[in-house]
């Protein structure tokens, strides 16, 4: 990234980092970008206030009511920048077999010379941001550190929810000299001189970059979430998944919830829903099953590395939640609504009230009579469109979650006791089923099929295999990643890792109404699955694994009828046989890579289907 930054007037900057390679870089993007001025973000309430200032004079951030919402914001992004770009997201591995067929290649090289065009003047008129953060804790015995270039005062306000950022984080880079991943983001809308500006500026050419050998990101032309938060997807997930495949440990896109039982008896279970199927939900449910507990430790990512007794440890690399607004609300997630009610909150594509506070669909059962809808026109109920977009986030800090385990601060994390795949099936998925064992369970993820949604561009209501949930968000080859999983145990006792579960609160009726009630009542499968653990309760053998026959579902003051339950738990054979086709067609996308034991179970399942 050659510029000569001694052609430039000097370019007014917070600070000049000791660390010098940190500060070359910071030079060179400087160079290259050609922004105003630099500012080092020190995460101090000043700096915030500052920040957050300024995003309300250029018309970016709207200041909600301090008696509904203190110190919190309401953001309308570009129509057109709502969602993460799936078409947009590359894995540039030096090889491109190491991307493997799930993920957009392209050879380094070739990107860099197409993204240093781009970068080229892409900060003229704005401020450049520099962002030290740390994903988990600083106290870490691995602490994870980045840096990211920004020139959105959105992306920084929001990354300091999302991410522990700022002046301690970067004394701890520079006196330890540690690594941090380089992840330089542009919204690619330079100002001419006296150009105003917009709102939400943003590029229509966009691309989210990871090169994965250097441990690197670069994304330009978005501001939204997903495409340009680098600390969380392109970080904590895709970047990290290389590390842990190199080092041995995971990253996921998982919720960690703690469980306790009216006995006191305390289980860690992570689970993994792909985008927008219930995470956020899950690891926030206020349980309708009377004595049992439910605490928040992640709603989105889990790092799991196995600790000295063997078990498999979780820590959530985030400091905040980036979650789905429509359909949260007091009935179905009352612990979300808490956090948001303490404030200190950005909301993005929601809807505005007439009041200063925001509104979006599920809310409240009944909608205001008017409302601000987030393109900025007037709405009434009688509106054709819906006031939010169906991916509008709330981004808010984790700290105000009412119930936050006490365990969020240890930086080893937490055992976990089960894993829980889950996606969104009309059909043919079973409530609940139990792996086998661990390479049962690894089929499982792998096979994951899940309807697309609203969290990335593109068609809404197509099944998709989503193999962990982590379609979009595995940062080499997928097949190799599936190795990593069962190589995981097999370099481990298996006896000490998690049982495996794949659940599914999406099956539907003939009507098309959900068969199970979800929300807080997916407490009882959390029930279920502890009684399984604990071997209180028998479970069927079927042809897709263990199946609960419907009395080991405590269904106490559950308003569910018998066929509903059952049709909620049936193994379809005829379904099954019908996915047959679609697994063996995802498999042999994968060629070599694909580890032969997940042929065998496929193997399995089709000998006894057919049995
Ligand atoms: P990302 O943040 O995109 O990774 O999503 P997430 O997995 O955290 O999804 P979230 O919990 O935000 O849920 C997304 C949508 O699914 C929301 O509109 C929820 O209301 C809905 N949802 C969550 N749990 C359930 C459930 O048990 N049943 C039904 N029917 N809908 C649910
Ligand atoms: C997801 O899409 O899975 C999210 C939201 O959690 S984003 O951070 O935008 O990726
Ligand atoms: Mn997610």
């Not at 200190?344 to 929601?350: L, Q």
């Not at 909608?367 to 601000?372: D, E, I, N, W």
């Not at 991916?391 to 385990?405: E, K, V, W």
């Amino acid at each position: 990234m050659a510029a000569d930054i001694s052609t430039h007037d000097p370019i007014t900057s917070s600070y000049r980092s000791s660390h010098t390679e940190l500060q070359a870089w910071v030079d060179e993007v400087a160079a290259l970008t050609e922004p105003d001025r630099i500012q080092w973000i020190e995460g101090t309430d000043t700096e915030w206030v500052q920040l957050t200032d300024e995003l309300v004079e250029a018309g970016t951030f709207v200041r909600l009511d301090e008696t509904k919402k203190p110190n919190s914001f309401w953001c309308a992004s570009d129509p057109t920048d709502v969602a993460r770009v799936e078409d947009r997201t590359f894995i540039c591995s030096v090889d491109e077999a190491d991307a493997g067929p799930t993920n957009n290649w392209m050879a380094p090289s070739e990107m860099k010379r197409i993204m240093l065009d781009l970068y080229a003047g892409s900060m003229r008129g704005r401020t450049m941001y520099v962002i030290p953060f740390v994903m988990g804790h600083l106290d870490s015995a691995h602490p994870m550190f980045g840096v990211e270039i920004t020139d959105s005062a959105y992306v920084v306000a929001s990354m300091r929810v999302m991410a522990r950022v700022g002046r301690e984080v970067l004394t701890r880079i520079e006196e330890t000299g540690a690594a941090y991943v380089p992840a330089l983001h542009s919204v690619g809308a330079p100002l001419e001189p006296g150009q105003a500006d917009v709102a939400w500026p943003c590029s229509d050419t966009k691309y989210i970059v990871q090169f994965p050998e250097e441990r690197m990101i670069w994304s330009y032309g978005s501001g939204y979430g997903g495409n340009a938060l680098l600390g969380k997807k392109c970080y904590s997930l895709r970047i990290a998944s290389a590390m842990g495949r190199d080092e041995g440990w995971m990253a996921e896109h998982m919720l960690i919830l703690k469980l306790t039982s009216p006995a006191g008896d305390v289980k860690y279970i992570a689970a993994a829903f792909p985008s927008a199927c219930g995470k956020t939900n899950l690891a926030m449910v206020e349980p309708t099953i009377p004595g049992w507990k439910v605490e928040t430790l992640g709603d989105d990512i889990a790092w799991l590395r196995v600790g000295a007794d063997g078990r498999l440890y979780a820590v959530n690399p985030e400091f905040g939640l980036f979650g789905v607004a429509p359909g949260t609300g007091w009935d179905t997630n009352a612990n979300a609504m808490r956090t948001i009610a303490q404030g200190n909150s950005v909301f993005t594509n929601v809807a505005l009230t007439d009041d200063g506070d925001i509104w979006w669909e599920g809310m409240t059962d009944e909608a205001p009579a008017h409302l601000t809808d987030w393109k900025g026109r007037d709405w009434t109920p009688d509106s054709e469109e819906l006031s939010s977009h169906p991916n509008s986030r709330f981004c808010t800090p984790i700290r105000q979650c009412p119930i936050l385990a006490d365990e969020y601060d240890d930086p080893n994390g937490v055992p976990i006791d089960a894993i829980l795949f889950g996606g969104r099936r009309r059909t043919t998925i079973p409530l609940v089923t139990e792996a086998r064992d661990w390479t049962h369970g690894t089929f499982m993820g792998a096979t994951l099929s899940s309807e697309t949604t609203a969290a990335a561009t593109g068609a809404v209501g197509v099944v998709r295999r989503d193999p962990m949930a982590m379609l979009p968000f595995i940062g080499y080859d997928a097949g190799d990643y599936f190795s990593h999983w069962i190589s995981m145990a097999k370099n481990n006792d298996e006896t000490k890792f998690p049982k495996i579960f794949y659940v599914n609160w999406f099956r539907r009726d003939d009507e098309g109404g959900f068969l199970w009630p979800g929300f807080g009542e997916n407490s009882r499968i959390l029930k279920y699955v502890v009684d399984r653990l604990e071997g209180n309760v028998e479970a069927n053998e079927t042809a897709i694994g263990l199946v609960p026959s419907p009395d080991a579902i405590d269904t106490e003051g559950l308003d569910i009828t018998a066929d509903q339950l059952a049709e909620a738990l049936r193994v379809d054979a005829a379904e099954w046989k019908a996915e047959i086709p679609q697994i063996n067609e995802w498999f042999e996308k994968f060629g070599d890579t694909l580890p032969t034991v997940l042929w065998t179970e496929l193997d399995g399942l089709k000998s006894r289907l057919e049995g």
